[in-house]
């Protein structure tokens, strides 16, 4: 249903993040795994699960909506208001992606770096409304406490694009290439073929 991304049916985290995940894996979806190996004593392997990786997205799609979800993060895309991630960037030393949602009951924080993908959800058992301001940033607080632990003694990535993408510079107000003389860029990647034609000359052009 359209409005399914509305929020209309619940989701539990562990379903939330396997849809992050596969993002991240270049649009392979891979099924959650809680047991990936039982040994004996002696070490002998009693179980090992094989995962299989199932192509479901597009590799260079699920690339561009990765780099995209790291703009919360952005402050160069803070047009309106500040980023959604702000609150925690303080906290952060890598490079992450991610998505927040808030609603009255309950607050979400999905997130991820090349390695790792995380999801927290915060709420009251029986649907109690989130009242403080305070209350509603803990899920995004928590991610960013244990993605930065749990990351702690691996090194530092970034997001690679797959053959087909291309990285340009454009104005972030009008979307427009960044030429000779334009006062604001940023560094956008998009899939080959659907970069933006028009070019951003000196003074900042009209917003949108």
């Known amino acids: 249903m359209p409005s399914l991304a509305l929020g209309t049916s619940p989701v539990k985290p562990i379903e939330m993040t396997n849809a992050y995940a596969m993002l991240v894996n270049g649009g392979k979806r891979v099924k959650p795994t809680f047991i990936t190996k039982v040994t004996d004593a002696k070490g002998n392997v009693l179980y090992e699960e094989k995962q299989k990786r199932e192509q479901v997205l597009d590799e260079k799609a699920a690339f561009i909506t990765t780099d995209m979800m790291s703009g919360m993060f952005n402050d160069q895309l803070n047009g309106y208001t500040s980023v959604t991630g702000r609150t925690i960037m303080k906290d952060l030393t890598r490079t992450y992606g ?11 924080m999905i997130g991820f770096s090349p390695q790792l993908v995380a999801g927290v959800w915060t709420g009251y058992d029986k649907g109690r409304t989130i009242d403080s301001v305070e209350e509603t940033a803990y899920a995004k607080k928590i991610w960013a406490s244990f993605m930065e632990s749990a990351l702690s003694k691996q090194p530092a990535s970034s997001f690679m694009p797959p053959d087909g993408v291309k990285g340009v510079y454009i104005n972030p107000k009008t979307g427009d290439l960044a030429g000779p003389g334009c006062e604001s860029k940023v560094f956008t990647y998009f899939i080959e073929g659907t970069e933006p034609t028009g070019v951003c000359y000196g003074a900042e052009d009209k917003a949108f």
Do not use: N
Request: proline fraction near 0%.
């Open 98 to 108: 991610g998505k927040s949602g808030t609603t009255g009951a309950d607050s979400w």
